[in-house]
C-alpha cells in the first residue's frame, strides 16, 4: 500500500468549513484508491504558477516526505504539467492530483468495454491540454517516465486527438443504442426511474433495498462506476430502476463529457431520484445539493425529480424538520427515507408513482371466448386492470399507456 501525503491550497475566498470539507473528500478518494494518508499540509493563497502552492511551503513538503517516508503527494488542486514536474523534482517522489486520483479509481473498477473506453477518453482528455508541455518537459529533462506517460515525439499532441476522436465515435454507438434502448422499454410498458447524487449518499444501498438485491456496496467512492438496471412493480406499473455513478464536487467538464453515455442513465429517465445524505450538516447537503444540479441541470429538460433524505434512522425528527427547513428550496417533492430499514419506502413508491409518465384509463367490451381471455391476459402484461365484469361479454376496466388504448379500441370495434 502506498504512503501518500496530501496537499491542498485554499483559497483566500473559501470558508473554513468548505476547505475542511474538501480536504475530508480528498482523504476519502485516497482511502478509494487503496491509499495509505500519512500525513496533509494546507495553504492559503492565490495559486502559483510554478508550484501551486508558496516555494517555501513546498520545501517544507520535500522535508515532510523525506521524514515521513512518503512515497507520493496527492494534490487537491488541478496542477499543470509543469507543476507536476518541478513538484516532483523539489520532492523526489510521485505527485498527482484529484483528477488523476478519481481516474485511477476509475480504471481500477472498469470491468467493460464501454466504461474502460470512458476511462480511456477521460484520461487523454485531461492530457490534452498539458501535452504540449509535456513533451517541452521530456525533450528538456529527457525523463520517459515524467507523469507515467513514456516516451512521446512532436506528433503526441495530434495523436492525443486522433485517439478522442475515434473512442467518442464509438461511445457515440452505445449513445444511440441506449436511446434506442429506452424507446423498446417504453413500448413494452417500462417508466425508467435513475438514482442520482452525491457520491457516498446511500444510492447503492438503497437501489439494493428497493429491487431486493444485493449489488456490491463498500464505504468508499465511486463504487458504483456502470449503470445497473432492475424491474420493479409499483402499483402494478412496471418500473426500471438504474443505480448510476455518484457526482462529485469540481467535476471538470472532459470527466462529465467522457461519462456522458453513463450519464445518459439519468438524463433519459421519466424520474429522476435525487438521493443526499439527511445526516450530514445543512451546509454540506446544500453543497452537494448544488454540485448535482450543477451535474444535471442543462441535460434533464424537465425531467420529475423526487428528493430522496436517506439515512433518517442517523437523526431525529426535529433535526430532520431542520434539514427541510434549510434545503426545503433545493429539495423539489421531499421523500424521507432510511435505506438501512426500509423507513420512508412506501411514502417513496407513491411518490414514485405520481410522477411517472400518466396513463390513460378505459372500459373494453370483449367477446366471451378464448380470444376475449387472451386479450384479458395481454392487458394484464401491459397495463393495470382495475375491474373484470364477465356478462355476455367480459367489460374490462384498465389503464394503459395510450399505444394500448388505441389497440384496445380497434380489437373491440373489430369484434
Same mark, same amino acid.
Given at each position: ?22 480536504? #475530508? ?45 512518503? =512515497? ?51 484520461? $487523454? ?7 504540449? *508541455?509535456?513533451?517541452?518537459? !521530456? ?24 485517439? #478522442? ?20 422499454? /417504453?413500448? /413494452? ?17 438503497? $437501489? ?13 467512492? $465511486? ?26 464536487? =469540481?467535476?471538470? /467538464?472532459?470527466? +462529465? ?27 454540506? %447537503? ?9 451535474? !444535471? ?7 420529475? @425529480? ?24 433545493? *429539495? ?25 409518465? &400518466? ?8 367477446? %366471451? ?5 387472451? @386479450? @384479458?391476459?395481454?392487458? $394484464?402484461?401491459?397495463? #393495470?386492470? /382495475?375491474?373484470?365484469?364477465? &356478462?355476455?361479454? +367480459? ?14 379500441? %380497434? #380489437?373491440?370495434?373489430?369484434?
Amino acid at each position: 500500500m502506498k504512503r501518500v501525503i496530501l496537499v491542498q491550497r485554499n483559497c483566500p475566498t473559501n470558508g473554513e468549513s468548505k476547505n475542511i470539507r474538501k480536504l #475530508i473528500e480528498l482523504q476519502d478518494l485516497a482511502k478509494s484508491a487503496n491509499y495509505k494518508v500519512i500525513g496533509d499540509v494546507a495553504q492559503t493563497r492565490r495559486p502559483d504558477r510554478k508550484y501551486q502552492m508558496g516555494r517555501g511551503k513546498v520545501e517544507e513538503l520535500a522535508l515532510m516526505v523525506k521524514e515521513l517516508g512518503a =512515497d507520493g503527494i496527492i494534490f487537491s488542486n488541478q496542477l499543470s504539467a509543469t507543476q507536476i514536474y518541478n513538484i516532483s523534482e523539489t520532492c523526489k517522489c510521485e505527485v498527482i492530483d484529484k483528477f488523476q486520483l478519481i481516474l485511477e479509481i476509475f480504471a481500477k473498477r472498469a470491468t467493460t468495454k464501454r466504461a474502460k473506453l470512458q476511462v480511456e477518453l477521460a484520461k $487523454f482528455q485531461y492530457e490534452l491540454p498539458k501535452a504540449k *508541455a509535456i513533451v517541452s518537459l !521530456l525533450k528538456k529533462e529527457e525523463r520517459p517516465g515524467f507523469m507515467g506517460l513514456g516516451s512521446y515525439e512532436d506528433s503526441y499532441e495530434q495523436d492525443l486527438k486522433s485517439r #478522442i476522436s475515434r473512442i467518442k465515435k464509438e461511445l457515440a454507438g452505445v449513445q444511440k443504442d441506449s436511446e434506442s434502448q429506452r424507446l423498446k422499454r /417504453h413500448e /413494452h410498458g417500462f417508466s425508467i426511474v435513475a438514482l442520482a447524487g452525491y457520491t457516498s449518499a446511500g444510492k447503492s444501498t438503497l $437501489f439494493n433495498a428497493l429491487v431486493d438485491e444485493d449489488v456490491h456496496v463498500e464505504d468508499m467512492l $465511486f463504487t458504483t462506476l456502470l449503470p445497473i438496471t432492475r424491474a420493479l412493480n409499483i402499483r402494478g406499473r412496471r418500473v426500471l430502476l438504474t443505480d448510476t455513478v455518484g457526482f462529485i464536487e =469540481d467535476l471538470p /467538464h472532459w470527466l +462529465i463529457d467522457a461519462f456522458r453515455s453513463t450519464l445518459n442513465e439519468i438524463f433519459l429517465a421519466d424520474v429522476i431520484l435525487l438521493v443526499v445524505d439527511a445526516s450530514e450538516s445543512p451546509d454540506i %447537503m446544500r453543497q452537494k445539493l448544488d454540485t448535482s444540479y450543477n451535474t !444535471l441541470w442543462e441535460q434533464i429538460k424537465g425531467v420529475h @425529480i423526487i428528493t430522496v433524505l436517506n439515512k433518517i434512522d442517523r437523526i431525529t425528527e426535529n433535526e430532520l424538520k431542520e434539514q427541510l427547513e434549510n434545503v426545503g428550496y433545493l *429539495a423539489p417533492n421531499p421523500v424521507a427515507v432510511s435505506a438501512k430499514s426500509g423507513l420512508g419506502f412506501d411514502e417513496l413508491k407513491m411518490a414514485i408513482y405520481g410522477q411517472l409518465p &400518466k396513463w390513460q384509463r378505459d372500459t373494453v367490451s370483449l367477446p %366471451m371466448s378464448e380470444y376475449g381471455m387472451s @386479450i @384479458i391476459s395481454w392487458l $394484464f402484461d401491459e397495463g #393495470i386492470v /382495475h375491474n373484470i365484469n364477465y &356478462k355476455d361479454r +367480459i367489460i374490462v376496466d384498465f389503464e394503459a399507456r395510450d399505444e394500448i388504448i388505441l389497440k384496445a379500441g %380497434m #380489437i373491440e370495434k373489430k369484434r
